[in-house]
């Protein structure tokens, strides 16, 4: 046994801030309902429905995740969140037509109850929307004091005893770190002086952050990822994770490509192209958003295949994503890829892949698994940076000079003996005596 490290207990309500309040930030809430009522499985979630392996193989114990390490109970969250309609979450997850009637219908009471707050809103970095239920404020810092004080409201009229805040607004043009993002200081003065290198992201991100509030980021934008954001987290014993949701075509890339390394198999090229027609795909129309998740998609091959160190194998690899929007299909999107690999002897050979996926499906579980595992950390006492979460992410956040993993299964590796960890219990390494 290592030393068990004090966890404080999930005592309490839960409170789940969502900026961005559309198609997944619907789909998780009225899915979350679902299972509460009874009506449905947690399906895609780890923390639900995922087992964990404890102790030698001789002893088959497989736990719960959720038996294994005391984490919130679903029964006893709250949701809110703000975006830039002022639908509530009944009316949105109507709009977003992720879920059938007939299941909303149902939660009709208790969704509809939900409205979302005045969002801190700039079309300069979402240039495809528009809405009015935004908030009015002479500088960024004075709109950041606004969401502080949103939170405080939303905390004592739920009742929470804990928050947590997962970014599920659209995703913002790319924007690369600059010297205000370097320190606190900077990016403080950045906020006061309306800096345009602050987006509406970094906004509720520094507000959660300074408040102590675990941070996820859902999208590819930067929001939490530069230093003085990073800096702050520590300061203020603040847990975060991104960037961007692991859901469809990016799932099979961190799965399939570690697989055909392990094999020493060649990979030529690899050209990935979708057609969506949610609001989503909409904001992605727009060249400078696709920007941002093009950056966020193409790194991931690149990482797993290391060209570098694998030359025979992956120095012509040619990484090609697209994203077509494509109203007809709405939350529906088709995925392709097509895989030139080679094997024995330089032979060609091609994979074809066609994932008729659910977007907001494959991502719903996603933001639960974040929100749940974020509280952990906040209540294990740990802050900054949480890589052993990259499992749930595409371009996971790492420290300065070090490279984000992205197979699949290391990061599982990473996620269960960070599990084990907090639970006392050894962690699974494979060393050392038999039968490990
Ligand atoms: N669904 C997936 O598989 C998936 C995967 C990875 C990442 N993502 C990302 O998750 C995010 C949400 O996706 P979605 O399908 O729900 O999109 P969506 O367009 O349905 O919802 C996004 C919502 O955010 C709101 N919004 C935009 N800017 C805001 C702001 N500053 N403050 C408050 N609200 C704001 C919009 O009005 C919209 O309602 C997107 O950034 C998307 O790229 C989704």
């Not at 952050?209 to 520590?234: E, F």
């Not at 050209?271 to 989503?280: A, E, K, P, Q, V």
Request: charged share 25%; glycine share 8%.
């Amino acid at each position: 046994m290592s030393n068990k490290p004090n966890v404080a207990p999930a005592k309490g309500k839960l409170g789940i801030l969502l900026p961005g309040m559309g198609a997944v930030a619907t789909t998780f809430i009225a899915g979350v309902m679902a299972v509460n009522k009874g009506i449905s499985s947690p399906i895609g979630s780890l923390s639900q429905m995922g087992r964990i392996r404890v102790g030698k193989r001789t002893k088959v114990n497989k736990p719960y995740i959720k038996d294994f390490i005391q984490l919130q109970n679903l029964k006893n969250v709250a949701f809110g969140g703000w975006d830039i309609f002022p639908d509530n979450m009944y009316e949105a997850a109507v709009n977003a037509q992720v879920l059938e009637s007939d299941l909303l219908r149902k939660l009709k009471t208790p969704l509809s109850k939900i409205t979302p707050m005045k969002a801190v809103f700039d079309k300069k970095y979402v240039k495809k929307l528009d809405g009015k239920h935004i908030k009015k404020g002479k500088t960024k810092m004075d709109l950041a004091k606004a969401v502080m004080s949103d939170i405080r409201k939303f905390k004592k009229d739920n009742k929470c005893e804990r928050l947590v805040m997962v970014w599920c607004g659209s995703t913002e043009i790319y924007i690369e770190e600059k010297p205000v993002h370097k320190t606190i200081a900077a990016f403080e003065k950045g906020l006061e002086k309306n800096d345009a290198n602050i987006p509406s992201s970094m906004i509720y991100a520094y507000a959660a952050i300074k408040m102590g509030i675990p941070y996820a980021n859902g999208a590819p934008n930067l929001s939490c990822d530069i230093p003085a954001l990073v800096q702050l987290a520590k300061e203020t014993n603040t847990p975060i994770a991104g960037k961007d949701f692991k859901t469809g075509q990016t799932l099979m890339k961190t799965i399939l490509g570690p697989g055909l390394k392990a094999r020493a198999l060649g990979v030529e090229g690899w050209f990935s192209t979708n057609i969506l027609g949610n609001r989503d795909g909409e904001v992605l129309d727009d060249p400078d958003n696709f920007k941002t998740k093009e950056v966020s998609k193409l790194g991931v091959l690149e990482q797993i295949f290391e060209p570098k160190l694998n030359p025979e194998l992956y120095a012509d690899f040619y990484h090609k994503v697209r994203i077509n929007y494509y109203p007809p299909r709405g939350d529906a999107k088709e995925g392709w890829d097509n895989i030139d690999i080679r094997g024995w002897l330089n032979y060609p050979m091609q994979i074809k892949i066609d994932f008729l996926c659910r977007d907001s499906i494959l991502a719903a579980p996603i933001v639960l698994d974040l929100a749940i595992f974020l509280d952990l950390a906040k209540r294990a006492g740990m802050s900054g940076i949480q890589e052993w979460l990259s499992f749930y992410l595409k371009s996971p956040q790492a420290p300065k000079g070090v490279h984000p993993q992205h197979d699949i299964f290391k990061q599982l590796e990473k996620l269960e003996n960070t599990l084990r960890h907090l639970a006392g219990e050894e962690l699974i390494t494979h060393l050392g005596l038999d039968y490990a």
